[in-house]
């Protein structure tokens, strides 16, 4: 889940990172009220769940609260990076000497998290890594001690910094590992990390993004993830307990797995068919996920004409079929909608019977014992 700039700088500054003096408004007036407060030049910054703000025209430097509140009325409402702005943070300008780059991640190849800072900031880390690479130095982190003190100053010295600034870049670079590891993160990133013309340094951005399997931990995200869903049947596949991704075809796809699922869309597409989403149910199906998958399926073919048909696939080996076969049913009642339903039926005995009695006479599904027949069926519907 990705956290908006102002909620990653509550974090730093629980952490004791620094950050500028800031106020979350959410209209034009306030924004000036706000620019009065910090009682100097502020910085007006879109907060929307992507980068590159500036370049699109959402962070602007306001002399005066007059400017702050002409510049947040012409912001909100922009859409920026295809996310409409909502909220803006109206934060103190800072005096910037010299501007570097600090994050931390998770190295995919290790498998531990990898600490990452460079002396050029502001831009993009993967322009610096491909333009000029000998500016980035990074270490790997044992997770099991963290990021050593020692290591830190090590690290930051390769960067060239020296005295106070390589004292306070090691600080917060370890305040930065605690954060990350505290709360799950799979990114933590500072950048800019700014160094004022005082010598201090502020952490001017921040981007952080909390592993989703860790959410349960964090009550206080629990709710937020999913309003920042921004598809809709995205969104509505989490509130229902299972996992859908949204694609550009009109075969709707579903079957309970996800391998299961991936290889009927590869079968999908190399039979001339084009797969509208994957929904992959998973295991030991009860009765209400099984309503929840193929209501979301139905709901989704109702409001876009181009779904011609859905593919279901079901392998019943620890799932009840009368579950199974009442969540369909049930499903259907429920969402009135004329696109047939191809269901593949396959399991142990005497489930997979058991399912296809109570399914048999269902109107708008056709039962197949095939599963190539069953796609093959599915791909011709969708040329009709």
């Not at 020692?150 to 910094?161: D, F, H, P, S």
């Not at 921040?206 to 969104?235: A, G, M, T, V, Y």
């Not at 876009?304 to 080996?317: A, G, S």
């Amino acid at each position: 889940m990705k956290l908006y700039e102002y909620e990653g700088k509550e974090i730093f500054s629980k952490f004791g990172i620094p950050i500028p003096q800031g106020i979350l408004v959410n209209t034009g007036k306030e924004a000036r009220q706000a620019a009065i407060s910090i009682g100097k030049e502020v910085v007006v910054k879109s907060q929307i769940l992507t980068g590159g703000r500036g370049k699109a025209g959402g962070i602007k430097v306001a002399k005066t609260p007059e400017d702050a509140e002409k510049i947040a009325q012409d912001i909100l409402g922009m859409e920026l990076q295809g996310y409409k702005v909502g909220s803006l943070l109206v934060e103190e300008k800072l005096d910037i000497a010299n501007e570097m780059y600090m994050g931390i991640t998770v190295d995919d190849k290790n498998g531990v998290p990898i600490a990452i800072i460079s002396a050029k900031g502001g831009v993009e880390i993967e322009e610096v890594a491909q333009e000029n690479p000998e500016e980035i130095a990074s270490i790997l982190i044992d997770p099991l001690y963290g990021i050593r003190s020692y290591e830190a100053i090590n690290l930051v010295r390769q960067i060239g910094l020296t005295k106070e600034a390589l004292t306070s870049a090691s600080k917060i670079l370890s305040q930065l590992y605690d954060l990350f590891a505290s709360y799950d993160a799979r990114m933590v990133e500072i950048n800019p990390l700014v160094i004022t013309n005082e010598g201090k340094m502020v952490a001017a951005d921040s981007r952080c993004e909390i592993d989703d399997n860790s959410l349960f931990k964090h009550p206080e995200f629990k709710d937020l993830h999913i309003q920042r869903i921004e598809n809709l049947w995205e969104r509505e596949g989490v509130k229902g307990g299972v996992n859908y991704v949204d694609l550009e075809g009109n075969i709707a796809v579903m079957a309970n797995g996800a391998g299961l699922t991936m290889s009927l869309l590869d079968v999908v597409k190399a039979g001339g068919g084009s797969p509208a989403c994957f929904l992959d149910a998973g295991g030991g199906l009860s009765r209400e996920r099984m309503k929840n998958s193929v209501g979301l399926l139905l709901k989704k073919a109702r409001a876009e004409q181009r779904i011609k048909v859905i593919l279901l696939m079901v392998r019943m080996m620890i799932s009840p079929p009368d579950a199974v076969a009442e969540g369909i049913i049930e499903a259907i009642k429920e969402v009135e909608v004329e696109t047939p339903i191809i269901a593949v039926i396959r399991g142990r005995e005497p489930y997979e019977t058991r399912a296809r009695v109570l399914l048999k006479n269902v109107e708008k599904i056709i039962l197949y014992s095939s599963v190539e027949d069953g796609i093959r069926e599915a791909i011709e519907m969708a040329k009709e």
